[in-house]
């Protein structure tokens, strides 16, 4: 078995030739830009924190009222 030999060449990267592709990116609501601060990173994970125990908190509170109400003697 002999190894084949290949006729493709390759040229170097010429500076000329480069396509220039713009993307402009425009906020479209102040919102937005302030719900990703505080959705992402540190912010986010404290924000979620807050909102989980702000949950368990109210979950807790409507309990401990409905158990009171249902077991309370007459």
Known sequence: ???????????????SCQDEVNINVSSTSTLEGISKQLCTGMPGIAMKLIGVLAI???????????????HKCK
């Open 1 to 15: 078995m002999e190894p084949q030999e290949s006729d493709v060449q390759y040229a170097r990267w010429n500076e």
């Open 56 to 70: 368990l908190s109210l979950v807790f509170i409507i309990g401990y009222v409905t158990g009171y109400y249902v």
